[in-house]
């Protein structure tokens, strides 16, 4: 049975597990040791270092792209090893972002992915058969799977097996194992207070004789011995369990050492259990992260401390094909991840919480405890922001925003990023690429309420920054009234072919210095919606993490060449950006083939594997292809197109309606319901090589739901 706090759970949980994974990422080994993190960080407390902006690594990837695998094929169905490797295939760019590339035979996960690739199915894609035994029980085994956990809370046997065969992709032996302890100790932290209780769940659903049950209660005994010094434990590890014994680049029993010893020397304690974890050493990341995941849910939202939740802010940024969902809430996601555990269980999630959840529109409600949906401030000496749980619009929560003695001159802004660039973040870890999450001429909609302490009126200015020109562009000022709920709605205006970056509204009062504005602002609910229209311009766009805004590239060189964007590939490539749920709409595009004979459009992607393609496919001739893990005509024509001349693409998918215009001239038309939804694109089927112009997009109707 689903918990009544179940929402929360997960949310903490994830939460925690991306907490964790931040603490420890500075101090990963082999640069960190054990012995160096001792001397320089000595008893940790806190992040260790200050990001601008934390770049997502695999241990959140994993977790969140692989579990798509229930959006895709195991909707109504067991899940299957099979159901997982499309996943992978589906939403990685080879060679870059979403796992270590490391190379065949030295990252599993690049092995893997070569394997099915090339037509291996798992889960012998993964096997020792296929890899070899120490290749099989390197660490991803149990960090991609923290979230087969939170969907089936309390369902601790199938949780473990959800997660073996999510791992069996990659993994096998005691990799599968570590896949099902964790698992089965993040399904037992909904109902338990007690770490006893969490361990002897994970032990529970491993073979008594393996390494893996055999290093846990190693660890559980030491502790009973020892009680109270982490160190000594680690010590032990080291001696009897350490990498000199389990080798490869990360070995899982090492590392799952390290978990269970946080755990039990945390007791219970979220921040020291993450602490231990990460002054442990070794994969301190993937380590910290796993246990974050434990007593996150174990101890709930409020076991977070606050210093450790606020630099997260709700937000992190992943790096799978789509840059839409690379732009992840956590609140949003979180409550996606429940909705599963309820169709998972057989019950009906509550109205209002189905509601919450809008794919392919922001929709932030603050009904979450302490949730601030990744909103921020530019000043935060004018304007102070809060997550206020017992106040709200139609939810208990609500963003407050503190107005201190504001006077004529003096903004704040408040607002949500829905794009990033490479300069907001510290480092490039796993190539995080993004797609906006608000685009020209969609709706906003907001709930403002105003609680005056002081001073004149008070107005809001809403507003967009353009990302190129770095320019606000301010729309009607509007005066907010006391005490009460204000709409606050506009359009969001045309940016001319650049980006938007921020979203939201600059708080401004003419109030005299004798009597400075003072009070709150209540951010109850912020909806963007309704259908786009917008340019991309290239000559606006910049290569940002190896990928040119706002694409995300697989395969092939993509360069930018001031307004134009080329391509080659000795192979089939692709690019992919734009709303992941857009549904019907119109793109354009103007193509000069300077080599090989595909060249096309790609609209209506679900990722790299299910997409339609359509345009040049051989000499001579156009055609319209379906890939669903292998490409099939819809329909083709005689088309006499020659390299070097420009031609303007344009697709048209309304509905099952699809149509192809070349120079403002229908040439295929079809009709195909595969897929209902997705991103739009550039590719070639094969050998490829020419330059785009901008993109011009239109969507028709509303987002799928």
Avoid at 149 to 164: I, M, N, S, W
Wanted: hydrophobic residues 35%.
């Amino acid at each position: 049975m689903i918990p009544n706090n179940y929402v929360e759970k997960v949310y903490a949980g994830f939460l925690g597990m991306n907490v964790g994974i931040r603490l420890g990422a500075p101090v990963e080994a082999p640069s960190w040791t054990y012995e160096r993190i001792r001397d320089v960080f000595g008893d940790i407390t806190d992040y260790t270092k200050p990001y601008k902006t934390f770049a997502a690594d695999d241990d959140a990837n994993g977790p969140v792209f692989f579990l798509r695998a229930l959006y895709d094929d195991a909707k109504d169905r067991e899940l299957t090893p099979d159901d997982v490797g499309k996943a992978w295939l589906n939403y990685s760019r080879e060679g870059i972002g979403m796992f270590w590339w490391g190379g065949e035979g030295v990252s599993t996960e690049h092995t893997a992915y070569m394997n099915l690739s090339r037509g291996i199915p798992a889960p012998k894609s993964g096997s020792i058969e296929m890899n070899g035994l120490i290749e099989a029980e390197q660490i991803g085994g149990q960090i991609f799977i923290d979230t087969w956990g939170l969907v089936l809370p309390g369902d601790v046997e199938k949780a473990a097996d959800y997660a073996e065969i999510a791992a069996s992709v990659s993994h096998d032996g005691n990799g599968l194992y570590g896949a099902r302890f964790m698992a089965a100790c993040i399904s037992k932290a909904f109902d338990t207070s007690s770490i006893s209780d969490v361990v002897d769940a994970g032990l529970r659903t491993i073979p008594k004789d393996s390494t893996y049950a055999q290093l846990v209660r190693a660890v559980v005994d030491f502790h009973a011995k020892y009680p109270n010094d982490f160190r000594a434990c680690r010590q032990y590890l080291e001696e009897e369990w350490g990498y000199d014994k389990y080798t490869g680049v990360c070995h899982i029993i090492p590392n799952a050492g390290v978990c269970v010893l946080s755990l039990l020397y945390g007791e219970g304690n979220f921040a020291r259990t993450i602490e231990i974890a990460t002054m442990c050493g070794w994969d301190t990341d993937c380590n910290a992260g796993n246990v974050g995941t434990i007593v996150g849910v174990m101890g709930g939202i409020e076991g977070i401390p606050m210093h450790y939740r606020k630099p997260i802010n709700d937000f992190i940024c992943t790096s799978s094909v789509s840059g839409y969902l690379n732009v992840l809430d956590i609140p949003t996601f979180s409550k996606e991840v429940a909705l599963f555990g309820y169709k998972l269980f057989g019950e009906q999630a509550p109205q209002e919480f189905k509601n919450s959840v809008r794919n392919g529109e922001l929709y932030f409600d603050f009904a979450l405890p302490g949730s601030t949906h990744g909103f921020r401030t530019d000043n935060t000496f004018k304007a102070l922001l809060h997550p206020c749980d017992d106040f709200g619009y139609e939810s208990n929560g609500s963003l407050k925003i503190v107005m201190d003695r504001m006077i004529e001159g003096d903004e704040s802004k408040v607002f949500y990023k829905p794009f990033y660039r490479r300069n907001e973040f510290s480092d490039e870890k796993y190539k995080p690429t993004f797609a906006p999450t608000v685009y020209s001429g969609q709706q906003v909609t907001m709930k403002l309420f105003l609680d005056k302490w002081e001073g004149e009126e008070i107005f809001v200015i809403p507003y967009v920054r353009n990302t190129y020109t770095e320019e606000i562009i301010r729309l009607a000022r509007v005066a907010l009234d006391h005490q009460a709920w204000n709409d606050v709605n506009f359009v969001v205006p045309d940016t001319e072919g650049a980006m938007i970056d921020e979203i939201g509204f600059i708080i401004s009062s003419p109030s005299p210095l004798s009597n400075r504005a003072l009070g709150a602002i209540y951010l109850g609910q912020f909806h963007v919606h309704g259908n786009s229209k917008y340019e991309i311009d290239l000559a606006k766009q910049s290569t940002e993490f190896l990928s040119i805004t706002p694409f995300s590239h697989h395969r092939g060189e993509w360069q930018l060449n001031g307004e134009t964007m080329t391509y080659e590939s000795s192979t089939d490539c692709s690019s992919y950006t734009g709303n992941y749920y857009s549904s019907d709409y119109t793109v354009e595009t103007t193509v000069t083939p300077e080599g090989g004979t595909s060249h096309g459009v790609i609209f209506r992607a679900e990722g790299i594997r299910r997409h339609y393609f359509v345009g040049f496919n051989g000499e001579g001739t156009v055609s319209l292809l379906k890939n669903d893990f292998g490409y099939s005509e819809l329909a083709s024509a005689t088309y006499n197109w020659k390299y070097g001349e420009d031609y303007k693409m344009r697709v048209s998918c309304i509905g099952e309606e699809i149509s192809f215009f070349l120079n403002g001239v229908e040439v295929l038309k079809a009709k195909d319901n595969r897929y209902s939804r997705g991103m739009f694109g550039f590719g070639t089927v094969s050998k490829g090589k020419g330059s785009l112009n901008s993109f011009i997009i239109e969507e028709k109707q509303q987002q799928a739901k």
